[in-house]
């Protein structure tokens, strides 16, 4: 099968198109046929050798979500079966045109597939941080880089809660950050005075998605490190911040009511842009480059 690899760690030079042997479900797993796969931004810096809790043994194929067709169920999967189209995550690296999953989620018949790669990633790091943030109603939450995918699903599902959101993020973004109920505020130098402008009663929590050095004034806009959390600033356990960056456990069961919410409308993720597999290269690089207006896929 045509999958992306690299044996060694670096920038997008090191990433190739090869053949490479197919992997076929085992006990527990599921074999998916690729029709997307999203591309985040911990894939990059899984590939330059950044995150070494992460690191996969080399050669590695990247990515983490899909979403495919179930080709092969392997002994003891129930509950779903050959032909079936599911989101989840991968085992085997998802820039391939095969790859195995264990945990997933049946596919809503009328979700768009690039969409469907764009969740599981999204979803479960916006409920994972805002469990841990005990975000609720009545809160105002700060949230760092609202307008990008894991900030704007964010944005929704704290609104949802009954939170009122003040999100950072570029002005261009403003307005779709005010059709997600969201109070938009531009980031850079005077932030924390427009924050205290919008939400005089202070802040209840923050998320940082952005990871551009706002911990600090988070700190300093709370009165201390308590409901803070990062999931992009590596200068975390320096401050006393809790640094978010992977799921506890599978979350397949509850990635298929927030997939219905998607497909019913009454959640949104944008996707920016499909490239071809044998562009992988290209799409880890805009993505490192932060402006893209929405998720980042691949069609193998």
């Known amino acids: 099968m045509k999958a992306i690899t690299y044996t060694e760690f670096g920038g997008p030079e090191v990433l190739r198109l090869d053949e490479v042997e197919?992997?076929?479900?085992?006990?527990?797993?599921?074999?998916?046929?690729?029709?997307?796969?999203?591309?985040?931004?911990?894939?990059?810096?899984?590939?330059?050798?950044?995150?070494?809790?992460?690191?996969?043994?080399?050669p590695a194929v990247p990515g983490l979500e899909a979403a495919g067709v179930v080709d092969e169920v392997g002994e003891g999967v129930t509950g779903v079966s050959v032909g079936d189209e599911v989101l989840g995550w991968t085992t085997t690296g998802a820039y391939a045109e095969y790859a195995l999953a264990?945990?997933?989620?049946?596919?809503?018949?009328?979700?768009?597939?690039?969409?469907?790669?764009?969740?599981?990633?999204?979803?479960?790091?916006?409920?994972?941080?805002?469990?841990?943030?005990?975000?609720?109603?009545?809160?105002?939450?700060?949230?760092?880089?609202?307008?990008?995918?894991?900030?704007?699903?964010?944005?929704?599902?704290?609104?949802?809660?009954?939170?009122?959101?003040?999100?950072?993020?570029?002005?261009?973004?403003?307005?779709?950050?005010?059709s997600l109920d969201a109070t938009p505020l531009a980031y850079g130098e005077g932030l924390a005075t427009r924050v205290r402008a919008a939400a005089p009663q202070g802040v209840d929590a923050v998320l940082d998605a952005a990871g551009a050095d706002d911990l600090p004034m988070s700190?300093?806009?709370?009165?201390?490190?308590?409901?803070?959390?990062?999931?992009?600033?590596?200068?975390?356990?320096?401050?006393?911040?809790?640094?978010?960056?992977?799921?506890?456990?599978?979350?397949?069961?509850r990635l298929a009511s927030y997939a219905r919410l998607v497909a019913d409308g009454q959640l949104t993720v944008r996707v920016a842009r499909s490239f071809s597999l044998a562009d992988?290269?290209?799409?880890?690089?805009?993505?490192?480059?932060?402006?893209?207006?929405?998720?980042?896929?691949?069609?193998?």
Request: proline share 7%; aromatic share 4%.
């Open 219 to 253: 700190i300093d806009l709370r009165g201390g490190t308590d409901r803070i959390i990062t999931i992009a600033d590596p200068r975390a356990a320096e401050l006393g911040i809790p640094f978010s960056g992977g799921g506890s456990g599978p979350f397949g069961s």
């Open 22 to 58: 197919e992997p076929h479900a085992g006990p527990g797993q599921v074999r998916l046929k690729v029709v997307a796969a999203g591309v985040n931004p911990v894939d990059h810096k899984i590939r330059n050798g950044w995150m070494p809790h992460m690191s996969p043994a080399l």
């Open 280 to 300: 992988a290269a290209r799409a880890q690089e805009v993505s490192a480059g932060g402006h893209a207006a929405g998720k980042l896929v691949l069609r193998p």
């Open 102 to 178: 264990t945990d997933f989620a049946a596919k809503p018949a009328t979700l768009d597939w690039d969409v469907a790669a764009a969740l599981p990633v999204a979803v479960e790091t916006s409920v994972r941080v805002l469990d841990a943030l005990e975000v609720k109603e009545g809160d105002t939450l700060l949230l760092h880089g609202a307008a990008g995918v894991v900030g704007a699903v964010a944005v929704q599902l704290a609104v949802a809660r009954g939170a009122t959101v003040l999100g950072t993020a570029s002005p261009a973004n403003h307005d779709y950050l005010r």
